[in-house]
């Protein structure tokens, strides 16, 4: 994809969303999906496995996120999105980059799925499209993920869009008021695109073939 970001890092690439997948739509946060949103992340799952998402989450919070991505994203540094299913137009949960720094040309991806449309490869998904954008019209160069030990979930789907394990950082976070290790997972530009899996009917029963 051409690098249409690559002059100078200090102006903020304009975007245009909705980012589309097969089955997905990547769109800027709107206050009219905040009902669902606070269905969607007041699950136990979330919090655990989540750094910034606050629990309980209330419609005040929702609101609060819609107001701050969009002065976020008017400084270049964090790009958010609700994923809506494209059929209908549910709302299957949200996804950024973050800590964007178009000067190194590095970003760090997020993202969950709410448990209602977990396992159905939305989040592979949705990966993808993220890294389209940040390889695409961000210009960036490298894009990084940290997962917390045992989300083996997350982590699979980030082996699946073709990031590779770098390494285990000791306690760089704090987490429900302790300090806890991070597992960091980086993707190059260079590096070599996933290739699509399709499960054969040999895979075993109940898998049926999906690509993404
Ligand atoms: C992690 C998360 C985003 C995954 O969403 P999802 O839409 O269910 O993910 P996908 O369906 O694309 O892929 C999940 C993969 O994990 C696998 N998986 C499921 N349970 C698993 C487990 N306990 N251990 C290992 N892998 C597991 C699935 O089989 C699937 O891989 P496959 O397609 O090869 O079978 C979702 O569980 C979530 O939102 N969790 C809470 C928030 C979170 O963890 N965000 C990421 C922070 S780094």
Do not use: C
Request: net charge positive; charged share 30%.
């Amino acid at each position: 994809m051409a690098r249409k970001a690559n002059g100078d890092p200090r102006r903020v690439p304009t975007l245009h969303p909705p980012f589309r997948t097969r089955r997905l739509e990547l769109r800027w946060p709107s206050a009219r999906l905040n009902e669902q949103v606070v269905r969607l992340l007041n699950d136990p799952v979330v919090t655990r496995w989540t750094l910034r998402i606050p629990s309980p989450y209330t419609a005040r919070d929702a609101a609060e996120f819609v107001r701050r991505a969009r002065a976020h994203r008017r400084s270049g540094r964090i790009l958010s999105f609700q994923i809506v299913r494209r059929r209908d137009g549910a709302l299957l949960g949200g996804a950024g980059i973050h800590g964007i720094d178009r000067s190194n040309g590095i970003g760090e991806i997020g993202y969950l799925i709410g448990r209602p449309y977990r396992g159905r490869g939305y989040a592979t998904e949705a990966v993808g499209a993220l890294v389209r954008v940040a390889f695409g019209p961000l210009g960036l160069h490298r894009v990084e993920a940290r997962v917390f030990p045992g989300n083996s979930r997350s982590e699979r789907v980030l082996r699946k869009q073709g990031f590779r394990r770098e390494g285990r950082l000791r306690e760089p976070v704090r987490k429900g008021g302790r300090s806890v290790d991070v597992i960091v997972y980086g993707r190059l530009r260079s590096d070599r695109a996933p290739v699509r899996r399709r499960r054969s009917a040999s895979a075993g029963p109940g898998s049926a073939a999906r690509t993404r």
